[in-house]
T-cell receptor
Framework: NAGVTQTPKFQVLKTGQSMTLQCAQD?????MYWYRQDPGMGLRLIYY???????DKGEVPNGYNVSRLNKREFSLRLESAAPSQTSVYFC???????????FGDGTRLSIL | GIQVEQSPPDLILQEGANSTLRCNFS?????LQWFHQNPWGQLINLFY???GTKQNGRLSATTVATERYSLLYISSSQTTDSGVYFC???????????FGGGTRLMVKP
């Protein structure tokens, strides 16, 4: 069981470059989420998708766009990367109605 | 939004000791999870526990939803228990999700 798979695991970008982080889940979950974790802190929600075809902003959406490509896949795009977006990005999924969230292993992104 | 506070922020234990980690939350939530973030950064799901008590080996957790707190118990700690423990609370409707600041645990041999 793969669970939630994120690619790539590591990436270094230059300021102004664009990048798409990929996330796929094989648990047939309806909801998917993107979080960021800055050093020494808990995770903060960037965007989420409650179901296929819908996306909504979380706590820290500025500078990001998302696409729910199908039920399995939810991508996060940085159009013009900034050093403040250096972070570890986690994708998660769950079913609605009182179910635990399952997390991927994270993408470590550095922007120089 | 929901406020989630964890205590203590840092904890150092000798191997074999027991500990209790606490999570207080400000509003009614219908979902609560405890995670262990290991030194490689992976988030390991320990418990999904919006209410009641659960046990898994040396770990157990209790959530008292009416009093808005949850406790994570670690017994006979091992060096592999080191890392950061997060409490995560959310409400099903909308985007009200909050992670606590974490408890950083170091278990010394």
């Amino acid at each position: 069981n793969a669970g939630v798979t994120q690619t790539p695991k590591f990436q270094v970008l230059k300021t102004g470059q664009s990048m798409t982080l990929q996330c796929a889940q094989d648990m047939n979950h309806n909801s998917m989420y993107w979080y960021r974790q800055d050093p020494g802190m808990g995770l903060r929600l960037i965007y989420y998708s409650a179901s296929e075809g819908t996306t909504d902003k979380g706590e820290v959406p500025n500078g990001y766009n998302v696409s729910r490509l199908n039920k399995r896949e939810f991508s996060l795009r940085l159009e013009s990367a900034a050093p403040s977006q250096t972070s570890v990005y986690f994708c998660a999924s769950n079913d609605r109605g009182g179910k635990p969230q399952h997390f991927g292993d994270g993408t470590r992104l550095s922007i120089l | 939004g929901i406020q989630v506070e964890q205590s203590p922020p840092d904890l150092i234990l000798q191997e074999g000791a027991n500990s209790t980690l606490r999570c207080n939350f400000s509003d009614s939530v219908n979902n609560l999870q405890w995670f262990h973030q290991n030194p490689w950064g992976q988030l390991i799901n320990l418990f999904y526990i919006p209410s009641g008590t659960k046990q898994n080996g040396r770990l157990s957790a209790t959530t008292v939803a009416t009093e808005r707190y949850s406790l994570l118990y670690i017994s006979s700690s091992q060096t592999t228990d080191s890392g950061v423990y997060f409490c995560f609370c959310w409400v099903d409707a909308g985007n009200m999700l909050t992670f606590g600041g974490g408890t950083r645990l170091m278990v010394k041999p």
